[in-house]
């Protein structure tokens, strides 16, 4: 059976200004803004071209459901385990398969922006393109950084890649819409393509994590041990009860944040009666800078609470906030109340951020980093995605309020199971450390 030896690595606590500086973490920032930067290109951010286009609404939540590729990236995530590709593998198995993925999405943009949805059909098929490259290089970022350091050193690498993420948002959102209102779409993705070449810059300088990895002799072993012993081998670690019940948390908790991050927010504040400049101004300009603060203060909270106290905390802040949606849809056109409102989503999303994927990464298993994490990952915000990509038909046939309601409807089930879950889950991280890490 292939194995992979990890070496050693420094697990020593540093100051916190120098955690928070060193090489690793602003590799970690640069890669954040190349994951963060198409994500929105392909669903928040596209829904206001094609809504300028005079697509239906139920249409624009279907398209900009292009996102949905990233929930299903654990299927060839066994490939950036176990395959070196040809060319790119020079750059190491985690670099080379990100700048396969960064060239992929590049391309892909350039692509869209020369199709327009004049073409309809395909535009939609360069989206999907330009999705899967983004979801591939997501799982050999979020390899990257699980390999790069050790567990107690992650929260730094987290908190300077969703700072990244969020600074890639303000590029594909904010600027980019109030770029739209002076120029066309297709400038726009083109300096969105533009703006990719910072992050490929980086993953060149980047150095490749001391990984040293064996390969499988045979083609069935290598199927076992790439596709088969990743999900074999959780279940295995935790038993079946609590592996099935910590996957159903999983699905349930980002609910409420990923069910709104789609096509279906873009429209809605357009119909509230806002201009692109002021939604790119406030909701992704300003609002992103409330993300980042909620970034360090639930990056400061996993520091100072631990993970799961400040993950259940993120989970209610963030899946209540939502309602916040309906203040707006009694103040429409109220920039002070949609700053109000953008004030307190944002910062609960960016606090849930931190202790959600320090979450995660705790339960990988270093083996199997890019398929294991790639599955989980897919998992937490695959339900939410589901429902946006219904959300304008439940929209036409009900009210934008409902829908926004419905949304939070999930933080409950996800609390009860937390706290099932939780005990359980320190249990078994206690006995783990009492036999050695076996």
């Known amino acids: 059976m292939s194995e992979v030896a990890v070496s050693p690595r420094r697990s020593h606590r540093m100051p916190i ?7 690793a973490a602003w590799t970690m920032f640069f890669f954040g803004i190349s994951s963060g930067l198409p994500f929105l290109l392909v669903s928040g951010t596209l829904a206001y071209w094609l809504h300028a286009r005079g697509i239906e609404l139920k249409d624009i939540t279907m398209i900009a459901s292009a996102s949905l590729a990233y929930e299903f990236k654990f299927v060839w995530a066994p490939l950036l385990d176990h395959w070196r590709l040809p060319g790119f593998s020079r750059m190491g198995q985690r ?7 960064q060239c992929g999405i590049i391309g892909g943009m350039l692509a869209m922006a020369a199709l327009t949805p004049g ?3 395909a535009f939609i098929a360069v989206t999907l393109c330009v999705a899967f490259f983004g979801a591939t290089q997501d799982s050999a970022i979020d390899a990257y950084r699980i390999e790069i350091a050790p567990p107690e050193a992650q929260g730094p690498l987290v908190t300077t890649y969703v700072l990244g993420y969020r600074i890639g948002w303000i590029l ?3 600027i980019a819409l109030v ?5 066309s779409w297709s400038v726009v993705y083109v300096a969105m393509a533009a703006c990719m070449a910072i992050p490929v810059i980086a993953n060149f300088v980047a150095k490749e994590p001391q990984v040293h990895r064996l390969r499988a002799r045979q083609w069935t072993e290598a199927m076992r041990e790439g596709v088969v012993e990743p999900f074999v081998e959780f279940f295995r670690r935790y038993g079946w009860l609590l592996a099935l019940v910590t996957l159903l948390f999983i699905l349930l908790f980002k609910i409420p944040e990923q069910a709104t991050i ?20 406030i909701t992704k300009g300003y609002g992103v800078l409330m993300g980042i603060a909620g970034v360090f203060v639930g990056g400061i909270a996993v520091e100072r609470f631990g993970v799961r106290r400040s993950l259940l905390a993120g989970i209610v802040l963030c899946g209540c906030s939502n309602f916040l949606y309906l203040w707006l849809i009694g103040n429409q056109g109220n920039l002070a109340v949609l700053t109000g409102v953008i004030s307190g989503l944002n910062f609960t999303l960016g606090f849930l951020g931190p202790p ?32 946006g990509f219904f959300a304008g038909g439940i929209v036409m046939a009900t009210s934008y309020g409902f829908y926004f309601a419905l949304t939070v409807v999930a933080v409950l089930p996800a609390v009860l199971l937390f706290l099932w879950l939780e005990p359980r889950l320190r249990a078994h991280s206690a006995s783990v450390q009492a036999n050695g890490g076996a």
């Open 17 to 23: 200004w120098k955690a928070f500086t060193q090489p």
């Open 172 to 174: 594909s959102g904010g």
């Open 119 to 121: 073409s309809l059909g």
């Open 356 to 387: 959600a994927v320090a979450f995660l990464s705790s339960l990988v298993n270093v083996r199997h980093t890019a398929t294991q994490y790639a599955l989980l990952s897919s998992l937490v915000n695959l339900p939410g995605k589901l429902l």
């Open 262 to 281: 789609g096509g279906i927010v873009s429209p809605f504040y357009r119909d509230m009666g806002f201009s692109r400049t002021a939604i790119g101004t």
């Open 95 to 101: 670099r080379g398969w990100l700048l396969l993925g």
């Open 179 to 183: 770029m739209a209102d002076h120029m």
